[in-house]
């Protein structure tokens, strides 16, 4: 029999728990401890054969696993592109949780079918989209690319005539796949598993900043899809996707944007240039869980073509509700089953207003310029123009930039990582924690500036 008062202390536990972890955020380094990794290990033993209490298994879970986190809700975390969770989604993520709602079909998920709905209006409002396209919440951009080029690769074949769905791609006509040679890796990930190959591609040329170089741009003829990015993972720089539509749409070409966290410019007044023309595009993959600062995993892809999208992913079978008057989101995802990880973008877009989105991507990119000019004026070469939230230094040769990055992260005032870019080994910064501070920004910087010159 299930029994109130034990559910009620462990899930206040954990509720606990994960508040003590949050306010302790700004104190602790924020890479875990060597002894808090090794310790990590006390979680690998066999099999249990018996069962434990359940207080007991969270407390193991916290004690032994929270100090050998990553503490990537930090502020002072900038490593890879990664935000930090805003309270209010954290709490409606802990409640969603509790509802633990399988949100494939809507009948049986009509609060959070509906929650998801608005959230993708809201979108889709906030970035300029057209109203009329369909959405997917997937885990990641990873799954949104792949999700969008699920849609484009039904809409190009079924233009010449062949059902892809049905027949696959053996015998299939050819369709030219144009790539950027700063396409991220997702991209090609999700090239291979729709069977177009992750190296059967033209590579479209690049400048400096790593943005297509529209006088290069190879030309297009037959059945094309195009990916363009939004927001470089090293510079932040964006691909001319107006340019390119202007190009390629009369052609009957698909643009596909990859706009992991970039596209969250179009919601900003002083960046929203960056994204002028995309609107023109056919799919656009963006990220809830970096810049919206959402909880793992969070990933959205809109297509204009709903019917191609739809096509592409939709499931019918006698035992499903499919035949149905409502919008079923399993029609527009890769999977039947899955949370309804749309309630957390409705609580972060509910919670900040469209406002509170522009101003939260403005600070973290007036930090990224902080951090900048903080490193230009200490005499050190700051390799991209920061555009948006990216920082790319460098400190002297490869060995240098890899002892300082090393030693940063060890000392554990802020975590950075390490990229090549053009050749050139550099510490990449990316801010797009919601909590992050001008006096962060600072802190950081001279933790780092002092590795900088102990040498
Ligand atoms: C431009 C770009 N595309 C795709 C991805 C993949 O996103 P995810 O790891 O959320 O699947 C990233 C991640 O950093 C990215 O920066």
Redesign the pocket.
Known sequence: MPDNSKLRSLLVDAADRGVSYREAGRERAVAPSGAAVRDARKFVEPMPVDGSDDLAVLAMLDDVGSPATMMMTSPRYFG??IGGSLPVTVATNWLTTAWDQNVGMHEITPATSTLERVAMDWMMDLFGLPADCAASFV?????A?FTALAAARNRVYADIGWDVEANGLIGAPAVTVIVSEET?P?VFKSLGMLGFGRNRVVRAPVDQQGRIDISRFPRVSGPTIICT?A???NTGAFDPVGDICEIAKPKGAWVHV?G???LWAAVSEQRSHLCSGFTAADSW?T?A??WLNVPYDS?IAFVRDAVALKSAMTISADYLMTDTEFRNPADFTPELSRRARGVDVWAALKSLGRNGVAEMIDRCCDNAQRFASGFREAGFEVLNDVVLNQVLVSFGDDATNRKIIDEIQAEGTCWCGVTVWQGQTAMRISVCNWSTTAEDVDISLQAILEIVDEG
């Open positions: 890879f592109v885990t990641g951009a990873t799954v690319n991220h997702t990015q927001g470089n993972l990859d992991a966290f970039g993959a990220d869980h970096k990933g």
